[in-house]
C-alpha cells in the first residue's frame, strides 16, 4: 500500500520515461545493437500493431472514491509481488550494458516484481538466482531441440531454485528480422546470450568434449540446437509429467491452443506475439486477450506482453482480464545505464500506475474491469 503524493524515488535529473531512454540509447549504443533490440520482425505491422491497440481504448473513471490509498500489488503463482508487471525474458544484454541481466534481475529485486530470465542471457542461471534474494525468479526456456541439453537446463533450473518455467512456444525458429538481416548482426556474434550453455555440463561433454572448441565452433554449437521446430504438446505434457515447478506458456495468441494448454495442466499463459519480433503481422496480444481470458475462465493466471509503455496501458490489460503484463523494450532501454537505469524505468511505471490508479477511482488493481475502459473506435 503506498500513499499517494508521498515522495518517491524519481530522479529528475535522469530521462523522464523510457521512451526518453529510448532516444538516448538510440544514440549511446552500437547502431547494430540498437537495431537488435528496437527492432520487429518483417514490416513491422505487428510491432506497430502491438501499441496502436493501446490507443484504441480510452478510460472512463469514477469520482468521489476515497482515493488516499493505492494498492497496485497483486499475488502471482502464491506469491505476493509489489506491482502487477514483469521483466520480460530479453536475451543478450550484455550488447546494452556490461552488467546485462545482472543488472536488471537487481532491479527487479529492488522492486519486488519477478525477473524472467532468457536461456539466451549472458549470465547463468545460477548467478541470476543469487541476484534476486526478495523477488521471483522465472526460467525462460527455449525449448533446445537436444533433449539432454534440455532436461540439463531444466534441472539446474530446479536445482537452483526458480520460481516458474516461461516456455516460449512462438519461436520454433527465428522471425525474419530484416534490420539485423540488413546489418548482418546477431548478437550471439559479439560473445552475449551464451552463459548458460557454456556452463553447463551436458552441453560441454557432448558437444566440447576436449574442451577445445573455438569460440566460433561452440556459437555454432548453440545456434544449432537453439530452436526446436518440431515440439508439439506431446513433450510439454511429459515435462508437465515430470518437473513440479509451475509451467507457464509464453506466445499464445489463439484462445482454443490457450484452453488446450490449461487442459494439459500448465499454471499459466502469457499472450504475446514476441514484442513484434517473430510472426509478422500476428495479431495484437491485446486484442485477443479478452477473448482468451473468456476461454480460460476468471482465475486461471492469464499474462499480455507487447507494447506496454506506461500506467495506462497497464491499467488497460488489467481490464480487458490480464492479471499482469510483462514489458520488454522499456527496461531494455533503461539498461543503458545498468542497474539504475532499470529501477528508475520501473520507479517512474510503478509512479505512472499509482497516479492514474487514483484518477481512475480505483484503490486495488483487482477491482479493474471492462466498465473503466471504453472502446475509442
Ligand atoms: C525479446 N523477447 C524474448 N522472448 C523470449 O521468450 N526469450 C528471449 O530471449 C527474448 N529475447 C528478446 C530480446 C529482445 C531484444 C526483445 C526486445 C524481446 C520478447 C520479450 O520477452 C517480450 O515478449 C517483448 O519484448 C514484449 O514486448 P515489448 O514490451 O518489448 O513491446
Same mark, same amino acid.
Do not use: C
Given at each position: 500500500m503506498q500513499q499517494?503524493? +508521498?515522495?518517491?524515488?524519481?530522479? !529528475?535529473?535522469?530521462?523522464?520515461?523510457? +521512451?526518453?531512454?529510448?532516444?538516448?540509447?538510440?544514440?549511446?549504443i552500437d547502431k547494430k545493437a540498437f537495431g537488435y533490440?528496437?527492432? #520487429?520482425?518483417?514490416?513491422?505491422?505487428?510491432?506497430?500493431?502491438?501499441?496502436?491497440?493501446?490507443?484504441?481504448y480510452s478510460l472512463v473513471p469514477r469520482v468521489l472514491r476515497d482515493v488516499t490509498a493505492v494498492d497496485q500489488s497483486i499475488t502471482l503463482l502464491g506469491r505476493e509481488i509489489r506491482a502487477p508487471y514483469l521483466l520480460a525474458p530479453v536475451g543478450f544484454q550484455t550488447i546494452v550494458h556490461d552488467d546485462g541481466e545482472r543488472a536488471s534481475a537487481q532491479a527487479?529485486?529492488?522492486? #519486488?516484481?519477478? @525477473?524472467?530470465?532468457?536461456?539466451?542471457?549472458?549470465?547463468?542461471?545460477?548467478e541470476i538466482r543469487a541476484a534476486l534474494p526478495d523477488a521471483p525468479h522465472y526460467f525462460q526456456l527455449y525449448w533446445p531441440s537436444d533433449v539432454e541439453v534440455c532436461d540439463s537446463l531444466i534441472k539446474r533450473a530446479e536445482a537452483s531454485g526458480v520460481d516458474a518455467l516461461v516456455i516460449t512456444v512462438d519461436t520454433p525458429l527465428l522471425g525474419r528480422r530484416e534490420v539485423d538481416l540488413a546489418h548482418a548482426y546477431f548478437p550471439m556474434e559479439t560473445g552475449a546470450g551464451m552463459a548458460n550453455f557454456l556452463s553447463d555440463p551436458v552441453f560441454q561433454a557432448k558437444y566440447n568434449p576436449t574442451g577445445t572448441l573455438t569460440e566460433?565452433?561452440?556459437?555454432?554449437?548453440?545456434?544449432?540446437?537453439? @530452436?526446436?521446430? %518440431?515440439?508439439? @504438446?506431446?513433450?510439454?505434457?511429459?515435462?508437465?509429467?515430470?518437473?513440479? !515447478?509451475?509451467?507457464?506458456?509464453? %506466445?499464445?495468441?489463439?484462445?482454443?491452443?490457450?484452453?488446450?494448454?490449461? =487442459? !494439459?495442466?500448465v499454471d499459466g499463459i502469457i499472450v504475446s506475439n514476441h514484442g513484434g519480433r517473430q510472426l509478422d503481422s500476428a495479431v495484437a496480444p491485446l486484442d485477443v486477450l479478452a477473448d482468451v481470458r473468456a476461454a480460460v475462465g476468471p482465475s486461471f493466471p492469464l499474462l499480455v506482453d507487447g507494447g506496454v509503455r506506461r500506467g495506462s496501458d497497464i491499467?488497460?490489460?488489467? =481490464? !480487458?482480464?490480464?492479471?499482469?503484463?510483462?514489458? %520488454?523494450?522499456?527496461?531494455?532501454?533503461?539498461?543503458?545505464?545498468? +542497474?539504475?537505469?532499470?529501477?528508475?524505468?520501473?520507479?517512474?511505471?510503478?509512479?505512472?500506475?499509482?497516479?492514474?490508479l487514483a484518477l481512475l477511482g480505483v484503490t486495488d488493481?483487482?477491482?479493474?474491469?471492462?466498465?473503466?475502459?471504453?472502446?475509442a473506435e
Open positions: 499517494i503524493n +508521498e515522495v518517491n524515488d524519481i530522479d !529528475l535529473s535522469v530521462p523522464i520515461n523510457s +521512451e526518453t531512454y529510448r532516444e538516448l540509447a538510440r544514440e549511446k533490440i528496437d527492432s #520487429g520482425s518483417g514490416s513491422e505491422w505487428s510491432l506497430v500493431e502491438n501499441i496502436k491497440q493501446y490507443h484504441r527487479s529485486n529492488h522492486a #519486488g516484481i519477478p @525477473f524472467v530470465q532468457s536461456t539466451v542471457s549472458s549470465y547463468t542461471i545460477e566460433s565452433a561452440l556459437k555454432q554449437a548453440i545456434q544449432k540446437i537453439l @530452436f526446436h521446430p %518440431g515440439l508439439t @504438446f506431446q513433450a510439454l505434457k511429459k515435462l508437465r509429467d515430470e518437473t513440479a !515447478l509451475p509451467i507457464i506458456i509464453k %506466445g499464445v495468441l489463439n484462445k482454443d491452443d490457450a484452453k488446450e494448454l490449461q =487442459a !494439459l495442466g491499467i488497460k490489460a488489467l =481490464a !480487458l482480464g490480464a492479471d499482469a503484463v510483462l514489458i %520488454g523494450r522499456p527496461y531494455i532501454y533503461g539498461l543503458i545505464d545498468g +542497474e539504475r537505469g532499470v529501477r528508475q524505468v520501473l520507479s517512474q511505471l510503478s509512479s505512472d500506475l499509482q497516479t492514474n488493481v483487482s477491482q479493474l474491469d471492462q466498465s473503466y475502459i471504453k472502446n
